[in-house]
């Protein structure tokens, strides 16, 4: 199996922060890289795929880059609707594995 | 805009079959160019890929589950279900319903709400 490393496993931001979380994948992913948000008790939203592409509806804040190995999702300016847990994804191969996530918490 | 609704029983016996269906509404099962997808969360930990089925009924599974899940589809009711056997506490988790898409690259766009099963006796 792939594994997936995000870093930082948390963080403390402030609202208008730019915020950044690392995606590592143990071996090359090319872009196929996915991202998800997640707050208490609800079921994911999916934000990007193909490493850098929004999902519809998503917002231009959110943005993401890299490709092999090495990923990042960006969040421009924080806002208190971004206070949750962030999870990135590869689906280059089965089975499709997922980070440990990164919760993004208010300073 | 495309919806998915896990339904089933919240509470399984040990050694029991989890058993869930997704109900997809807003689109085809059977339009192609989509994998319906099985994920489960444990309690406060992070998501696990159970494996897909296309409308054709072909499937893939994730080899750690691969002796006790059965994904299946019923394009007539518009529906995909997960069974999940001999089940243990460790089976215990928010299971979700989810759409890989073509379109998207075959990202996942789409999630059901979750349900959480618990196995207990």
């Known amino acids: 199996d792939i594994q997936m490393t995000q870093s930082p496993s948390s963080l403390s931001a402030s609202v208008g922060d730019r915020v950044t979380i690392t995606c590592r994948a143990s071996q090359g992913i090319s872009n196929y890289l996915a991202w998800f948000q997640q707050k208490p008790g609800k079921a994911p939203k999916s934000l990007i795929y193909a490493a850098s592409s929004l999902q519809s509806g998503v917002p231009s804040k959110f943005s993401g880059s890299g490709s092999g190995t090495d990923f990042t999702l960006t969040i421009s300016s924080l806002q208190p609707e971004d206070f949750a847990t962030y999870y990135c994804?590869?689906?280059?191969?089965?089975?499709?594995?997922f980070g440990g996530g990164t919760k993004v918490e208010i300073k | 805009q495309v919806q998915l609704q896990e339904s089933g029983p919240g509470l399984v016996k040990p050694s029991q079959t989890l058993s869930l269906t997704c109900t997809v509404s807003?689109?085809?099962?059977?339009?192609?160019?989509?994998?319906w997808s099985w994920i489960r969360q444990h309690p406060g930990k992070g998501l696990e890929w159970i494996g897909y089925i296309y409308y054709s009924g072909s499937t893939y599974y994730n080899p750690s589950l691969k002796s006790r899940v059965t994904i299946s589809v019923d394009t007539s009711k518009n529906q995909f279900s997960l069974k999940l056997s001999s089940v243990t506490a460790a089976d215990t988790a928010v299971y979700y319903c989810a759409r890989e898409s073509y379109s998207s690259g075959w990202g996942t766009d789409y999630w059901g709400q979750g349900t959480l099963v618990t196995v207990s006796s």
């Open positions: 994804q590869q689906y280059n191969s089965y089975p499709r594995t």
């Open positions: 807003g689109g085809s099962i059977s339009s192609g160019g989509y994998y």
